[in-house]
């Protein structure tokens, strides 16, 4: 290359001329921030996109500077309106968090620190270790299970399922990939399961079928017989059963599959018990609910969100693992570059890469070591707790509504239901139901999914929100009945 | 459960009592990001974790919370001090990148709106279609490539080769696992390639010997002729050759595979082109940069990311897809209850969870959307010239300097070398130079690592940071000649 190119000086920057203009950018967002979150309840849950939005989400890159400010008021304008709504106290929909404000501010140091929490001695990598060590006494766990962040759960399957994998076979699959498995490697878990428990196995190669998909009983638990008779039948077959995968709160009911069960069929069998608790798990901060939720230490692994049942803003998810060691031996690499020559300041330190699939790393761990701080684990005990009550209260709504009928058992926080009335068809009571579902999510007044059971769809109702009061579920029956009338009134309309 | 833990009302939150405290709180750590960023330069590059520290970091969990502000106040005093030090202005570490002061802004309001970027109509979902728009511009692609955020490179990594694995298979892989394809898959990188290529084959259960690390020539650039032989002997022996990866900066030296030559091979022998251009890949940003970099255009797949060369915090990486029906083949599942019914309000909106791995996704897309904004296009194009100039500068003052001697070529922004003396053997002049990294670290004037080329140890300095000036690199040289002579007239201490 030539030196046409060359810069005049060498020492530009992307820092600001005038940091205090910045700064005062920084105090005007924290101020619209708390804003928007103090009047959060008077306003819609969702509204839809308006054109305005959509043009200006659709024009060129752009290519000279406009600025801080500039670009700030764009969102403010076209973007910050038009969200999800998950922080509304009236949003139920898809099992999303509602968002904490201590760990908005934690994510903001995050990306101010922002270190890579990766290796090599530095506070960050102290903090995740600390947070980590807490979950696991959260949880109930002993300290040597190994654990990790994540994004979330679906990570974190990922990453045991991998570990399983790797221990289980009888080969070595991280060098000769799953052709050294001299038999085929096939797990289980519930019809009910998560479909990211599919999504790992296909990326591990396993192949969907793998995944043995057992039924469940009428409490949408996985049915132990069935799935002893088809482990038999797959060993029979020559194949090797590896895995079990248990749910701790389904996404569609909120069901708890038996884990003692579970981990008695595991031991006996030598297989790896998974368990996916991406959100159910958190209810074991409860003392009285982990009769409900079974020994969930007994899990080789088990997978959880922070971001749904305790609140903290997207994302943040973890994993732990009972073998640490083959935990390390699924993920450890030495690349020359970070290979640990005499540094004095990397011995000691916890390599996080070495279990999980990400070098780089943010500082996800912050955000939940200041809000356990803040909150302490009894603030979020409370919360969960509400949550349960919450569910019941709302069951209790149901029940005493004749428009009104339960869909599934509530277990945990997840309420299903239809709108239904004697003179409709089933196929009519659909059809309504979901009907129901858009026209409420439209108004903005209150916010809940659908799913569908035994074929049919009903109206699902997820409470990982510590914003939602007792009169919101007042509000909720109240919509679904008035909708449910009006329609029947005006079936066409 | 009976009702002896029902809570006394379902009203309980954890947003504050008094948000004017938690406000003002908000405002001081604006006040304090700002200081630390704006003194940054007067500051040591990294500092030891003291006693103090460890201590606070290792104690029991907090079961009665402490409040926001005392958890903040712990955070200044125990943690935020101790970062790993890459945003300061001689940092050049393991390509790090800097962080972008409106970035962390970014992080903040995408925290504060707290969507989950997955389905739904919203303006987060609509914001991400944005930037993955500008940034195939910004790379010169055509927008019939797919693309989707990701935490970085090595889930970029995992992405594309799935997509590749599933693709050029003779068989459903998604079905049928690896066991549905007839012959034994294998690929092929530089022996420069990254560890994450590594970490990505054998997650994908392909087994880390299906990856044939090919030698590289004088330059670091994967050899061509032997490339070539070895598919020839693979597809001779029975094996599937199905993927090439080409490197845009390899992580050692920067180095940068002869893409055009690349994409011959793969075109005749109907091969996938992942290119892997993790901090590379961005110098396409400088027009006359381009025909170094070659044809990336011409790639299958391309992982790159913004926390790296486009300063942005951590974390956020993208990937392309050339082909887009086969990426979301890859990941698309049908949930039922994310199943498409009749809802009108997710009828045309992108379902990013059909092009990775996540579900749940965290609105990393915001801070990217605000800084190509408020910088333009053209303030990251200076930026990563001006670095680039800047490693050419290092390489002439190491070219005057007789007691260092450059260790590789220098094609991008990473140069390596050594402290050298003529009457030093190489085996002295290895332990000289790792001892001189380790000790320009703990001194925290100058922050570079280490890597090991032709088995050698050799200084590196990775220069994504915007905060560096012209005189840093002088200070570099100056310290490490100092402490190379200071070791060299005192080698036992």
Avoid at 408 to 429: G, H, I, K, M, Y
């Amino acid at each position: 290359m030539n030196t046409s190119h060359q810069p005049e000086n060498l020492d530009q920057t992307l820092d600001p001329e005038d940091w205090g203009e910045l700064r005062a950018l920084g105090h005007r967002i924290i101020d619209d921030l708390f804003d928007d979150l103090q009047m959060l309840r008077d306003q819609p849950v969702w509204r839809p996109v308006p054109e305005s939005s959509r043009q200006q989400l659709d024009v060129e890159l752009p290519v000279e500077p406009e600025g801080a400010t500039a670009a700030y008021e764009d969102f403010r304008r076209y973007v910050s309106p038009y969200s999800r709504g998950n922080n509304h106290p009236r949003f139920w929909g898809w099992v999303n968090g509602s968002g904490l404000p201590l760990g908005i501010l934690g994510d903001l140091l995050a990306a101010g620190m922002n270190p890579s929490v990766s290796s090599f001695e530095n506070a960050a990598n102290l903090v995740e270790e600390q947070v980590l060590r807490w979950l696991k006494q959260l949880l109930g766990f002993p300290q040597t299970f190994s654990a990790i962040l994540t994004s979330g759960s679906s990570m974190s399957n990922i990453i045991a399922l991998a570990v399983a994998r790797n221990l289980k076979a009888c080969g070595d699959l991280r060098a000769g990939g799953l052709a050294a498995s001299p038999r085929r490697l096939v797990l289980y878990g519930s019809a009910e399961s998560h479909s990211s428990i599919q999504k790992a196995v296909e990326l591990l190669g396993l192949g969907s079928e793998a995944l043995r998909r057992i039924p469940v009983d009428a409490n949408f638990r996985i049915d132990l017989a069935t799935l002893n008779a088809r482990i038999d039948a797959d060993q029979q077959a020559g194949l090797q059963p590896f895995c079990v995968i248990g749910t701790v709160g389904t996404v569609n009911t909120g069901a708890i599959d038996d884990l003692d069960q579970l981990a008695d069929i595991c031991e006996r069998r030598n297989l790896w018990l998974h368990v996916d608790g991406a959100f159910g798990a958190l209810a074991w901060l409860c003392p009285e609910m982990r009769p409900a939720i079974g020994p969930l230490q007994r899990a080789d692994s088990l997978a959880f969100d922070l971001h749904k049942w305790m609140y903290l803003p997207y994302d943040v998810g973890c994993v732990f693992v009972r073998d640490a060691a083959e935990h390390r031996r699924t993920f450890s690499t030495t690349a020359s570059y970070l290979a640990v020559a005499p540094m004095h300041h990397d011995a000691g330190v916890q390599h996080f890469a070495d279990y999980g699939i990400e070098l780089s790393r943010r500082f996800r761990a912050l955000k939940v070591w200041l809000c356990l701080k803040a909150h302490g684990a009894r603030g979020f005990e409370c919360q969960i707790r509400q949550n349960v009550w919450q569910a019941r209260y709302l069951e209790a709504r149901i029940q005493a509504q004749r428009y009104v009928q339960l869909a599934a058992p509530v277990s945990l926080n997840v309420v299903c239901f239809r709108f239904a009335s004697p003179e409709l068809s089933p196929e009519t009571t659909d059809a309504l139901n979901l009907e129901i579902v858009a026209r409420m999510q439209e108004e903005g007044v209150v916010f809940a999914s659908y799913t569908v059971l035994h074929g049919r769809p009903v109206i699902r109702v997820a409470i990982t929100n510590h914003r939602s009061r007792h009169e919101d579920f007042d509000r909720l029956v109240g919509e679904v009945v008035r909708h449910g009338k009006e329609l029947l009134m005006a079936p066409a309309a």
